[in-house]
């Protein structure tokens, strides 16, 4: 089993301006990820995920296979523009989350043929791929292991370099770390993001990235227990940096860290104002 990459350009916020897109094929141990394909006259069995738009060089790979499956990692508008259009040419089986599938829709434009849970295992070849449960930076996140203890496409669940934006409403800072810790605890060998070259450090990467969010939430509350309330003013003491252009997503990102702060009891966060949790000590 393979993993092919291919980046295409869309509207996105994520630094490069284009996501990527991934071929995982069948093989044999003697092939080549490119080259099987070109090989093989009965062309090879696929899994197309995260097809955000339509290119030439999409197209060339995707020649030398049959593609037998299509699925996003989530849905948000810069992995899902050419699901559509890839579905059809191809007469994929297209995969929708369990309980998602409406989501699905209304962000491809197209209707499921199947759906999947964390577990669900897809046979490719002699092989198989399997579903893992991903959410954080999407309520519908999932990642993708090629082969059993093989790599793993792991969508916006991390990068190379930078951090990968958890944003209220839709993204969830509590799963988002769990899910870095559960990639952490599985130890593939390479990870493939959603943006970004491939990342062939996975444990040194995802323990930045938990380094990161944990620096950000040490800001955030350090920002509430000094007296900050409102959501403007703890933004301005969590971070340092000039936000323009991204203000709306640092905002986002800090709201998503004070709803875990909430949940695990240490601020009171109605919202619109935050307050640090009473201690123990404070109740006596």
Same mark, same amino acid.
């Given at each position: =089993?393979? *993993?092919?990459?291919?980046?295409?350009?869309?509207?996105?916020?994520?630094?490069?301006?284009?996501?990527? #897109?991934?071929?995982?094929?069948?093989?044999?141990?003697?092939?080549?990820?490119?080259?099987?394909?070109?090989?093989?006259? %009965?062309?090879?069995?696929?899994?197309?995920?995260?097809?955000?738009?339509?290119?030439?060089?999409?197209?060339?790979?995707?020649? %030398?296979?049959?593609?037998?499956?299509?699925?996003?990692?989530?849905?948000?508008?810069?992995?899902?523009?050419?699901?559509?259009?890839?579905?059809?040419?191809?007469?994929?089986?297209?995969?929708?989350?369990?309980?998602?599938? %409406?989501?699905?829709?209304?962000?491809?434009?197209?209707?499921?043929?199947?759906?999947?849970? /964390?577990?669900?295992?897809?046979?490719?070849?002699?092989?198989?791929?399997?579903?893992?449960?991903?959410?954080?930076?999407?309520? %519908?996140?999932?990642?993708?292991?090629?082969?059993?203890?093989?790599?793993?496409?792991?969508?916006?669940?991390?990068?190379?370099?930078?951090?990968?934006?958890?944003?209220? /409403?839709?993204?969830? =800072?509590?799963?988002?770390?769990?899910?870095?810790?559960?990639?952490? #605890? =599985?130890?593939?060998?390479?990870?493939?993001?959603?943006?970004?070259?491939?990342?062939?450090? /996975?444990?040194?990467?995802?323990?930045?990235?938990?380094?990161?969010?944990?620096?950000?939430?040490?800001? *955030?509350?350090?920002?509430?227990?000094?007296?900050?309330?409102?959501?403007?003013?703890?933004?301005?003491? #969590?971070?340092?940096?000039?936000?323009?252009?991204?203000?709306?997503?640092?905002?986002?990102?800090?709201?998503?860290?004070?709803?875990?702060? #909430?949940?695990?009891?240490? *601020?009171?966060?109605?919202?619109?104002?935050?307050?640090?949790?009473?201690?123990?000590?404070?109740?006596?």
């Amino acid at each position: =089993m393979y *993993v092919s990459q291919r980046s295409v350009p869309v509207a996105t916020r994520a630094p490069g301006g284009e996501t990527n #897109a991934y071929l995982v094929g069948a093989t044999t141990e003697s092939s080549s990820a490119d080259e099987q394909g070109r090989r093989d006259s %009965d062309r090879n069995s696929a899994i197309l995920v995260d097809p955000a738009a339509r290119t030439d060089d999409l197209d060339r790979l995707l020649e %030398d296979h049959s593609i037998e499956h299509l699925l996003v990692t989530h849905t948000h508008p810069d992995h899902v523009g050419a699901v559509e259009t890839y579905a059809a040419e191809t007469d994929a089986t297209v995969w929708a989350r369990y309980g998602r599938t %409406d989501r699905f829709r209304d962000a491809t434009g197209c209707d499921s043929d199947r759906t999947f849970t /964390p577990g669900t295992t897809i046979p490719l070849g002699d092989e198989r791929v399997r579903i893992l449960d991903a959410p954080g930076h999407a309520p %519908d996140h999932i990642a993708l292991e090629a082969g059993r203890d093989g790599p793993i496409i792991c969508g916006d669940c991390a990068v190379r370099e930078g951090s990968v934006v958890v944003g209220a /409403p839709e993204g969830d =800072m509590r799963a988002y770390v769990t899910t870095l810790r559960r990639l952490w #605890a =599985m130890d593939p060998p390479v990870l493939y993001p959603g943006h970004g070259p491939e990342i062939d450090a /996975p444990r040194q990467t995802l323990e930045r990235l938990l380094s990161h969010r944990a620096e950000r939430e040490r800001r *955030v509350l350090e920002a509430v227990t000094s007296g900050a309330q409102s959501l403007e003013e703890i933004l301005e003491s #969590a971070y340092e940096k000039d936000l323009s252009g991204v203000r709306d997503l640092a905002r986002a990102t800090v709201v998503a860290h004070l709803e875990k702060l #909430a949940v695990e009891g240490r *601020v009171e966060w109605d919202g619109e104002r935050a307050i640090a949790a009473a201690t123990d000590d404070e109740g006596d």
